[in-house]
């Protein structure tokens, strides 16, 4: 159990039959009144985020999210296939399931699964990944004095927005977090 008054960043709770994780808390104590913890929460199975305040001394059931480090094998229909680096055991995740950040991973990449009792709602891939840029408009000599970008797709097929200078052909390291350009790899 977990009291409002022990929230910090990260924390994962059942709330309501939900599966909550604290992104932000604020413990406040007005002049007048009792104290109490505001928060912005996010529902780890649908992704939606609420803001809501707390007594301190509400309790909650901690809830344990399972982290499992696997790798990417392939795609097959709305099925992506994934194996298990310890047991080597297959086990197919449906396309709805993924992020949007799951676009930037090719197969034999590894990745982390999250799942709570048994049930998968989640893959994060690696926060930094290097590919290939299969096309984009070729730079021009003197381009690199600027800060504009283009447009370039990727060896899996995502589109990100790279400087000038990027050739096609060239490996680039992508955030997956925010789906942009880093640096040449």
């Given at each position: 159990?977990?009291?409002?008054?022990?929230?910090?960043?990260?924390?994962?709770?059942?709330?309501?039959?939900?599966?909550?994780?604290?992104?932000?808390f604020?413990?406040?104590?007005p002049g007048?009144?009792a104290?109490?913890?505001?928060?912005?929460i996010?529902?780890?199975?649908t992704?939606?985020?609420?803001?809501?305040?707390?007594?301190p001394?509400?309790?909650?059931?901690l809830?344990?999210?399972?982290?499992r480090?696997m790798?990417?094998?392939?795609?097959?229909?709305?099925?992506?296939?994934?194996?298990?680096?310890?047991?080597?055991?297959?086990m197919?995740?449906?396309?709805?399931?993924?992020?949007?950040?799951?676009?930037?991973?090719?197969?034999?990449?590894?990745?982390?699964?999250?799942?709570y009792?048994?049930?998968?709602?989640g893959?994060e891939?690696?926060f930094?990944?290097t590919?290939?840029?299969?096309?984009t408009?070729?730079?021009?000599?003197?381009?690199?004095?600027?800060?504009?970008?283009?447009?370039?797709?990727?060896?899996?097929g995502?589109?990100?927005?790279?400087?000038?200078?990027?050739?096609?052909?060239?490996l680039?390291?992508?955030d997956?977090?925010v789906g942009?350009?880093m640096?040449?790899?």
């Amino acid at each position: 159990m977990v009291t409002a008054g022990e929230f910090r960043n990260g924390v994962t709770f059942d709330m309501d039959g939900n599966v909550v994780q604290i992104i932000e808390f604020q413990h406040v104590k007005p002049g007048k009144g009792a104290a109490f913890v505001r928060t912005k929460i996010k529902n780890v199975i649908t992704g939606s985020v609420v803001e809501r305040t707390f007594n301190p001394t509400e309790k909650f059931p901690l809830a344990v999210i399972e982290r499992r480090n696997m790798q990417y094998l392939y795609k097959e229909g709305d099925l992506y296939y994934f194996m298990d680096n310890e047991t080597y055991e297959q086990m197919p995740i449906s396309a709805n399931t993924l992020n949007d950040n799951f676009k930037f991973v090719k197969e034999n990449t590894d990745v982390m699964v999250l799942s709570y009792k048994g049930s998968v709602f989640g893959v994060e891939p690696p926060f930094f990944i290097t590919l290939k840029v299969t096309h984009t408009e070729p730079g021009v000599k003197g381009d690199t004095a600027t800060n504009t970008t283009k447009p370039a797709v990727l060896e899996t097929g995502a589109e990100i927005r790279v400087p000038l200078f990027i050739n096609e052909g060239e490996l680039i390291k992508v955030d997956t977090r925010v789906g942009e350009y880093m640096e040449r790899a």
